[in-house]
């Protein structure tokens, strides 16, 4: 619809429809008000509701034993045993006396010096022969995504070289069909077959070695110059079989190379004996197939322990490519529980078990007297014996050894020198004739400050609480319409709402009820089968100022007396686990806030909640169903307001033309 503002009657029509309009939208902003006063309060409730979460997730840890439970433990002679206590420890006291000997971890040293450079390659020094091998060394891994998921190494492996291990156990590699629980076959294909079915998710790790590899790929031009036809380490091949083409190669490590490490191919380009890289010649740009056949020097060696899991057997590759320090490393994150270590002053090297205690006990004679003390760190191999000069001979290793004591006057042993008995855990730190005393007793001021903590808390969301419910409104603050909001800093907006939503929720029954709940359970009695069975009478009661709301305040004194004598019934008082009168305040405190927080909930729901899912939600819902209705109505008033306008102003319009027209007529005359 055209509308005319006032062309021929010279008045202000838009002014005048806005003013109308003001008269009208008075109902429209009440509505508006309303719903800005339900979410305010939805807010509020969500607050609170959050704060009670908080408290009841306090009141779930508050359930341990650990907090009322607190134990302190003293040693009468720290520098040569101290201890240290869980909650779970009973009230004891325990002498200990005439420890004989320190648990000790098992240690062997080589027999010679190690002349070679920790840091080079093996390759790059001259160790002495007889212990290099010749094949290909390969570790393939395999996590399984199917119990009947079938598992294939790439080729069949040298005898006696496979190391198979499912998530970290050894299985034993045997040749008889069908393998046995702890066994596993090797198939002519490279197929695993276990005696016992792989679980779903498990991780398979197969170390071996193949007695030569060979691998088949193409050169297509310039974009693949250089190309890497092995990766196996410098110093690592021992022979490869290179067909370039028509062109056949054969590279041993006695091939000459240049100062650079290139041997030359005739025709070809060259090859890079470290890397494994072909150059081919610039000008060969035809597409040329490649077969490399190839092997490599490797050595193996085997260490043998005793531990507190049973019998370690673990198997190591290396090559000449590997340095000391690479095979230190090798080992020390094996699992074989040991530690290699060398020792660049003397050129000595050892190998100590990474746990005390003696695993694999004495041989004796039909007397009863040892005969022969087992060996603990077993070594095998050419590398480790005649490079690392490590033998197996008994006076080159200092056995593990238990520790030896007498505990309230039981001669006992442990493997290690820090041990666990009753909660207590004890550690030895010399040996000694004396008798050392270690008292467990009750920490009453740990639990005290747990105690007086819970307190805090209570009081922190009663005042919360309690804030909301007597906080007064000001009806004279009504949310402010959007053409009052654009009137006002935004500094005066932000006070105008502080005070327009204040006391909202004053004397608010769900809120209310909550704290009438919460002050009934910390009055109630509990059996305690000791000696207190309320609050009182360990020192905790409410305040005497009502006006507080239930607050507590503690008898700090009363509370410490209470439980030095009687912590097992404070204990039931605040935890008890039975029902009805035997429960405790905390389980019901808990039963109680949790039952107020679904209540909360129902009344506001929570921050993923739809309006339709919570009481609050379902009156926005119908207020915000008002508002559109009435905005609605508001575009057929202001519409009709402007008809009624413009047809006054075409009447008027109308009226001066003729009266213009009558003029133009009387002038004639």
Do not use: C
């Not at 490649?290 to 049973?310: A, C, E, L, M, P």
């Not at 009863?368 to 033998?391: C, P, Q, R, W, Y």
């Not at 006076?395 to 006992?412: H, M, P, Y």
Request: aromatic share 8%.
């Amino acid at each position: 619809m055209m509308r005319i503002a006032g062309l021929a009657s010279g008045m202000d029509i838009d002014s005048m429809v806005k003013n109308l309009m003001q008269a009208e939208r008075l109902p429209l902003d009440k509505l508006k008000q309303k719903k800005q006063i339900l979410e305010w309060k939805r807010d509020d409730y969500r607050a609170l509701n959050t704060q009670l979460l908080s408290f009841r997730d306090k009141l779930a840890q508050l359930k341990l034993t650990t907090n009322y439970r607190a134990r302190t433990v003293t040693s009468s002679n720290e520098d040569k045993i101290s201890a240290t206590v869980t909650s779970g420890a009973s009230q004891a006291s325990y002498s200990i006396s005439k420890v004989e000997q320190l648990a000790t971890a098992a240690t062997r040293i080589n027999a010679g010096n190690v002349t070679i450079d920790p840091e080079k390659s093996f390759g790059s020094q001259d160790m002495g022969a007889g212990f290099w091998s010749q094949g290909v060394v390969q570790s393939q891994t395999f996590n399984v995504k199917d119990g009947n998921q079938t598992l294939k190494l790439e080729g069949k492996p040298e005898s006696g070289t496979a190391s198979i291990k499912v998530n970290g156990q050894r299985l034993e590699v045997v040749t008889t069909s069908p393998p046995q629980a702890g066994q596993v076959t090797i198939a002519e294909d490279g197929t695993l077959d276990f005696g016992t079915p792989i679980a779903k998710d498990s991780v398979v790790k197969v170390d071996y070695i193949l007695k030569e590899k060979t691998v088949v790929f193409s050169y297509h031009g310039d974009n693949d110059n250089p190309m890497s036809v092995w990766n196996i380490g410098a110093g690592s091949i021992a022979t490869a079989n290179i067909t370039i083409g028509d062109k056949n190669f054969t590279i041993n490590n006695t091939t000459p190379a240049d100062e650079n490490g290139f041997v030359k191919l005739e025709g070809v380009g060259k090859l890079n004996l470290t890397t494994g890289t072909i150059t081919f010649d610039p000008e060969r740009t035809e597409e040329t197939d490649i077969q490399v056949t190839y092997t490599q020097n490797y050595s193996t060696f085997n260490i043998n322990t005793h531990t507190s899991k049973g019998e370690k057997n673990e198997q190591f590759f290396i090559t000449k490519s590997d340095t000391l320090n690479s095979v230190i490393r090798k080992v020390n994150e094996s699992e074989a529980g040991v530690t290699m270590f060398y020792d660049s002053h003397t050129q000595r090297m050892t190998l100590t078990r990474k746990e005390t205690g003696d695993f694999n006990k004495d041989t004796l004679d039909g007397n009863g007297n040892v005969s022969t003390k087992n060996a603990e760190i077993v070594v095998s191999g050419a590398f480790m014996e005649n490079v690392l000069h490590f033998d197996n001979k008994i006076e080159n290793e200092t056995g593990g050894q238990n520790a030896k004591f007498t505990i309230n006057g039981l001669e006992t042993e442990r493997s290690s020198n820090t041990f666990d008995m009753s909660g207590v855990t004890f550690t030895l730190k010399q040996t000694f004739e004396e008798s050392i005393s270690i008292g467990v007793a009750n920490d009453s001021n740990q639990v005290f400050e747990n105690i007086k903590r819970f307190v805090e808390q209570y009081n922190e969301l009663i005042a919360e609480v309690g804030k909301k419910l007597n906080e007064e409104k000001n009806r004279d603050y009504k949310p402010l319409t959007e053409e009052e909001r654009e009137e006002l800093s935004d500094k005066q907006q932000e006070k105008w709402d502080e005070i327009a939503r204040s006391g909202l929720l004053k004397n608010d029954p769900v809120l209310s009820g909550v704290l009438s709940a919460m002050r009934l359970d910390m009055s109630k009695s509990v059996e305690t089968n000791g000696f207190f069975n309320q609050l009182a009478s360990i020192g905790i009661k409410t305040t005497a100022n009502y006006m507080e709301g239930g607050k507590l305040e503690i008898d700090e004194a009363k509370l410490k007396a209470a439980l030095e004598k009687d912590p097992e019934s404070v204990e039931n008082l605040f935890r008890g686990t039975g029902n009805g009168a035997s429960q405790g305040i905390i389980h019901k405190l808990y039963d109680t806030v949790d039952g107020s927080i679904k209540k909360v909930q129902d009344k506001a729901g929570r921050a993923t909640s739809t309006n339709q899912q919570f009481s609050l939600g379902l009156e926005l819902l119908n207020v915000g169903k008002g508002i559109d209705r009435f905005e609605d109505k508001m575009k057929t008033v202001e519409a009709r307001y402007w008809k009624q306008f413009t047809a006054m102003e075409k009447a008027i319009q109308q009226a001066n033309s003729q009266s213009a027209y009558l003029m133009q007529q009387f002038s004639g005359l």
